[in-house]
């Protein structure tokens, strides 16, 4: 008869041969987007854009994330971080010729592949700063060629009208593999 040790030692070491027989045979999903993004290299770019008028009231600044793949090709995500100032910002005498003009300020992150919109961000704000975070990501293989940041001033009544900054293009980095 067998000692009560050796029959537990007996029956961990089946149940452990069990786990790894159906860890074989039965692996756990794991998607490719999630193992690829476990290795992606982030390459930071800094971005810029204001609202284009004198003062300026409106304007944004930040950092793209492009994450370019480990075998190569352009990357199909950038996260987007950064701040969105409209003017007049409470307390903040630096700037007295940015009077309220009762308008607020929006940014909007477009992502381009090839030559189509694959997703776009915005943030709005009123006479302060925000901060935003956000994922900008192709829904499909084709990397993400281009980000367009715009910071455009828009009143809600219907007079003056709405105007926009100069859009400001950021290229992906390329890949190296």
């Known amino acids: 008869m067998m000692s ?6 007996l029956r961990t070491t089946v149940v452990m041969l069990g786990a790894v ?16 993004a ?10 810029a854009a204001d609202s284009g008028d004198a003062c ?14 480990p075998l190569g090709g ?19 005498v630096s700037t007295p010729e940015c009077a309220d003009d009762f308008r607020f300020s929006t940014v909007t992150f ?6 189509r919109v ?3 961000e915005s943030a709005r704000v009123d006479n302060g700063t925000v901060r935003f975070a956000f ?15 715009q910071v455009c001033r828009v009143n809600l009544d219907p007079a003056p009208f709405t105007f926009c900054g100069p859009k400001q293009q950021y290229r992906a980095p390329i890949a190296i593999s």
């Not at 009560?4 to 030692?9: G, L």
């Open 4 to 9: 009560e040790t050796r029959v537990r030692r």
């Open 21 to 36: 027989v159906a860890g074989l045979i039965f692996p756990a999903p794991v998607s490719a987007s999630t193992a690829a």
């Open 38 to 47: 476990a290795q992606d290299t982030v390459v930071q770019q800094p971005f």
């Open 56 to 69: 300026p009231h409106g304007r944004t600044k930040g950092l793209l994330g492009w994450h370019l793949p």
């Open 74 to 92: 352009g990357p199909v995500v950038a996260d987007v971080t950064g701040i969105l100032v409209d003017q007049p910002v409470s307390g903040d």
């Open 110 to 115: 477009t992502a381009i592949a090839g030559a």
């Open 118 to 120: 694959v997703d776009t």
């Open 135 to 149: 994922r900008l990501a192709a829904v499909t293989a084709t990397p993400i060629d281009l980000v367009v940041v």
